[in-house]
C-alpha cells in the first residue's frame, strides 16, 4: 500500500511593535532595542522551532514608533 504524505510550506514575516509610552527603548542610550522587543522575537523564533514547515522572509520591528507619529496622522 502506497501513503502519501502531505508537505505544507508556509512563508511569513514578523512584525514587532512597541509603542513609544510602552517603553525602555532608548534612542539615544546603549540599548539597540527594547526589551519588549527583544522578548517577541525570542517567543516567535521558539513557536518556528516547533513549526519548520514555516519560513520567515522578512522582519518588520516598529521599536518606539507611535502610531501618533506616523506620517499624515495628526
Known sequence: ????????????ALYLRLSKGD??????????ESDSISNQRLLI???????????VVKE????GISGTTFAGVR
Not at 518588520?60 to 521599536?63: E, F, K, R
Open 45 to 55: 523564533k521558539d513557536y518556528l522551532k516547533k513549526h519548520p514547515e514555516i519560513t
Open 60 to 63: 518588520y520591528c516598529d521599536d
Open 23 to 32: 517603553g525602555d527603548f532608548s534612542v539615544f542610550g546603549e540599548k539597540l
Open 1 to 12: 500500500m502506497l501513503k502519501l504524505t502531505l508537505v505544507c510550506a508556509y512563508k511569513a
